[in-house]
Structures are given as C-alpha cells and as structure tokens.
T-cell receptor, first 111, second 116 residues
C-alpha cells in the first residue's frame, strides 16, 4: 500500500466547503484512493473512493490529480456534524486484505 | 438493514486474563476484518477472514487469534492480556476479501477494552 500524508488538523466554517488534501506520491497504478472518517468514539465511516476519475456521491466529492499523486476530499457544505478525523488510504484491490490507516486529519467545523 | 454489530460495547479486564470479542457482519457480507485502535492513532489491521479461512494477518503477537463461523460472524480472542492491549477493537465487514474495485469495508461501533 502506498503511504499517504495528510495535515494533522484543519478548521472550516459551518456552511463553507471543506477541502481535505492527501498526498500519495508513491501510489501505484492499481491502487485506489479511499476516504473514511471517524467521529469521536465511533467506528470509521466510509465516504468515497476512486481510481483515476473524480467521484461524487451524496456525502462528498473526490478530486484526484491527473498524475494521481494527490487527491482532495471536498465536503461541499460542512456542518458541525462533519467534525471528525478524516483518513485517506491508498490500497490495491485484494492487496494484503488490510486497510492501512494513518493518523488522518482532524477537521473541526466551527459555527 | 442492520449494520455491523459488535459485543460487548465496553469491557474491563485485568492483566493476564483473556477476552473474547464478537462481531456480526452486515447480512450477505462474507468477509470480516478486525482492527485495533489505540487512543490517538488510526486503526491497525489485525486479521481478515473470508469463508471461515484466515486471509490476512497484521503484525500482532500469537496471543491474538480469531475465527469465523458458518454464519460469517466472527470472534477475536486475546490471551494473556497486557496493559498495552487497552484499545478500541473494530470489526469491519465486506462482501469479498480485500477492498476490490467497488468494494468497501463497513465498520462496527467497536468494543472498548480496558486492561487494568
């Protein structure tokens, strides 16, 4: 699995877009980028994943650079309930059957 | 539909004891993974099981063991507990092992273990 690098913390104003960056410069061609978040004392929650193309679902958008060395998770209208630790993971399908979580980014949405 | 369920939610043990944690995957999911999350860190992979067979193992001592039952539920066992085993133990289920294209792991709420 490729190593990912994220800022340890970020703040965002309620109602504004939260843009969470992730660097995965050593990502290989078959590794997907996954995003999970973990709200205090709960299990991680799947958000979105992608390989090459930008992806959007009801929770967020994922923008992957053309060289795939970095990506950005976008929460379009952050709410206080989006305050959580966000994890970016790069993993190949069926590779070692584990997901390698780093320390993540602690996003604090402020009123 | 029910998500991944884990029991118990909290547990207090003393050093040297053993513990069994239980997990029920989402209906239809055949793969179960276990993770340990120490306070302030991200989850660390312990085991993955698929169709009752171990498909992956993280860097944990032999005191940690697991099994999967015919109904795809799973148990994580930890023997000779140490203070450092205090953590949140997370179970995740998926349709298939690994995260494959279109696959994702869904996590339960975890079991918080405190070893005194």
């Amino acid at each position: 699995d490729a190593k990912t690098t994220q800022p340890p913390s970020m703040d965002c104003a309620e109602g504004r877009a939260a843009n969470l960056p992730c660097n995965h410069s050593t990502i290989s061609g078959n590794e997907y980028v996954y995003w999970y978040r973990q709200i205090h004392s709960q299990g991680p929650q799947y958000i979105i994943h992608g390989l090459k193309n930008n992806e959007t679902n009801e929770m967020a958008s994922l923008i992957i650079t053309e060289d795939r060395k970095s990506s950005t998770l976008i929460l379009p209208h952050a709410t206080l309930r989006d305050t959580a630790v966000y994890y970016c993971i790069a993993e190949a399908p069926y590779n070692n059957n584990d997901m390698r979580f780093g320390a993540g980014t602690r996003l604090t949405v402020k009123p | 539909d029910a998500g991944v369920t884990q029991s118990p939610t909290h547990l207090i043990k003393t050093r040297g004891q053993h513990v069994t944690l239980r997990c029920s995957p989402i209906s239809g999911h055949k793969s179960v993974s276990w993770y340990q999350q120490v306070l302030g860190q991200g989850p660390q992979f312990i085991f993955q099981y698929y169709e009752k067979e171990e498909r992956g193992r993280g860097n944990f001592p032999d005191r940690f063991s697991a099994r999967q039952f015919p109904n795809y539920s799973s148990e994580l066992n930890v023997n000779a507990l140490l203070l450092g085993d205090s953590a949140l133990y997370l179970c995740a289920s998926s349709l298939l092992p690994g995260t494959g294209a279109g696959e994702t792991q869904y996590f339960g709420p975890g079991t918080r273990l405190l070893v005194l």
